[in-house]
């Protein structure tokens, strides 16, 4: 089965970084996703890491840990447009993608 | 970017009527298609594996006979929600694997059902 464990929420000021976290336990794994979700809309495509280290993409970055379980993305210089939810998704056997329950980021001035 | 489009973007209906929901991707062929259903505040579950031209796989927990899924196409994937009540009320999300091979999916813009 999968396990997904990400904050439920965080809270961070404009213009500062943030760093969400999540360890996953999974039935094989392919590689894993983050994705962002702003209410009553479908997820968009933020980053999919496959082998360990950091990748970097503009204000959004994204680190993956095989062997601990553990990925974090990195938001720099937050805009209140950032405010969303933030999921971790795995993916595993079958090439499914299960989604953590995400974490819901606010963004204040 | 790959491009899905789901219709309708929301519908009311009656309990125990019949809805419809399309996913169809708008520039690619996708043999698979993966229908997600998410409550509020919670994370999206996958309810189903749409494969084109073969049967649904579908989760554990999920009741094929009450979410009729049908690919007949490479370009859509129909999901029928059957015999609907109040608590089937939620955001259906479709997606298609990239067709060039990664595992990301392209997700919908999903359809907000809501059962009288």
């Given at each position: 089965g999968q396990n997904i464990d990400q904050p439920t929420e965080m809270t961070a000021t404009e213009g500062a970084i943030v760093q969400i976290n999540c360890t996953y336990q999974t039935s094989g794994f392919n590689g894993l996703f983050w994705y962002q979700q702003h209410a009553g809309e479908a997820p968009t495509f933020l980053s999919y890491n496959v082998l360990d280290g950091l990748e970097e993409k503009g204000r959004f970055s994204s680190f993956l840990s095989r062997s601990k379980g553990y990925s974090y993305l990195l938001l720099k210089?937050?805009?209140?447009?950032?405010s969303a939810s933030y999921l971790c998704a795995p993916s595993g056997g079958y090439q499914k993608v299960t989604f953590g329950t995400g974490t819901k980021l606010q963004v204040i001035p | 970017g790959a491009v899905v489009s789901q219709h309708p973007s929301w519908v009311i209906c009656k309990s125990g009527t019949s809805v419809k929901i399309e996913c169809r991707s708008l520039d690619f062929q996708a043999t698979t298609m993966f229908w997600y259903r998410q409550f509020p505040k919670q994370s999206l579950m996958l309810m189903a594996t749409s494969n084109e031209g073969s049967k649904a796989t579908y989760e554990q927990g999920v009741e094929k006979d009450k979410f009729l899924i049908n690919h007949?196409?490479?370009?859509l994937s129909t999901l029928t929600v059957t015999?609907?009540?109040?608590?089937?009320s939620s955001f259906y999300i479709c997606s298609a694997r990239d067709p060039s091979g990664s595992d990301e999916q392209f997700f919908g813009p999903g359809t907000r059902l809501t059962v009288l």
């Open positions: 210089e937050l805009q209140m447009k950032d | 007949a196409s490479l370009t015999s609907a009540h109040p608590e089937d």
